[in-house]
């Protein structure tokens, strides 16, 4: 008798692994820093590839002179949450790879559950979650982001580690994703569709690793030896 599949969650980031916003969602945030500030905030392209919307922000805080406020950011990144969704679905991010394909392949796989492990604050992951198309496939709870209380990106792989009792694959396009991954046990799929090299990236051994144009075969044979790997 054929087994059953194994039940697995696949944990993924947002920014440079699902989608691409063309610099909008960065300008926005500069836009809501300054405006709400008073200041001139600036994020270069890459900049902050792998940081939280709470590191950015605090991190934008303290370069301008003022101090790391949590609450201010907090204020900044509601700012930009509202203003971003608009702008989103007037111009939708671009979905990197064959993400489209393998989102329409998986749901027709039951077993395979998809959440979402990104260091975007609330507004921000649901006005690009939603203006790429790609809300359906999440349900309401599967949002593990940053938040106050959880600034890091380690924090936010932990608690989706303590929450989700399935078998976890992160799957990030950043250096910070792969750490975050190997410090709380769990098995990582990098991909080089963002900012990070694929020679970069492999330099820092991933479990898993697909190229800059990756296609739903090459992830679905991923997925099929993750599957095999946590079943031994
Ligand atoms: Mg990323």
């Known amino acids: 008798m054929t087994p059953k599949p194994q039940r697995i969650a696949l944990l993924w980031?947002?920014?440079?692994t699902l989608l691409d916003t063309k610099g909008i969602a960065a300008k926005q945030?500069?836009?809501?820093?300054?405006g709400v500030t008073g200041r001139c905030g600036t994020i270069y392209p890459g900049q902050y590839s792998g940081f939280t919307d709470?590191?950015?922000?605090?991190?934008l805080l303290q370069r301008a002179g003022l101090s790391r406020d949590i609450a201010r950011a907090e204020e900044i990144l509601t700012h930009y949450g509202i203003r971003l969704k608009d702008r989103l679905l007037e111009n939708p991010?671009?979905?990197?790879a064959d993400v489209q394909t393998v989102f329409q392949k998986i749901e027709l796989l039951p077993y395979i559950q998809h959440f979402i492990g990104t260091g975007n604050s609330k507004l921000g992951a649901e006005a690009k979650i939603t203006a790429s198309g790609l809300k359906k496939y999440f349900t309401?709870?599967?949002y593990f982001i940053s938040t106050q209380a959880r600034v890091s990106r380690d924090q936010i792989i932990r608690a989706a580690a303590e929450e989700i009792s399935l078998p976890i694959l992160v799957i990030g396009d950043s250096d910070r994703d792969i750490f975050s991954a190997k410090k709380n046990c769990l098995k990582v799929l990098a991909?080089?569709?963002g900012h990070?090299?694929?020679d970069k990236l492999k330099s820092l051994n991933p479990d898993f690793l697909l190229g800059e144009n990756w296609n739903a075969k090459e992830f679905l044979d991923v997925i099929s030896l993750f599957s095999l790997e946590i079943r031994d």
Do not use: Y
């Not at 945030?29 to 300054?34: G, M, P, Q, Y």
């Open 54 to 59: 709470f590191e950015i922000v605090l991190d």
């Open 29 to 34: 945030l500069v836009e809501s820093f300054n």
């Open 93 to 96: 991010p671009r979905l990197l």
């Open 196 to 198: 990070h090299k694929v």
């Open 191 to 193: 991909m080089a569709t």
């Open 140 to 142: 309401g709870n599967s």
């Open 13 to 16: 980031d947002i920014d440079g």
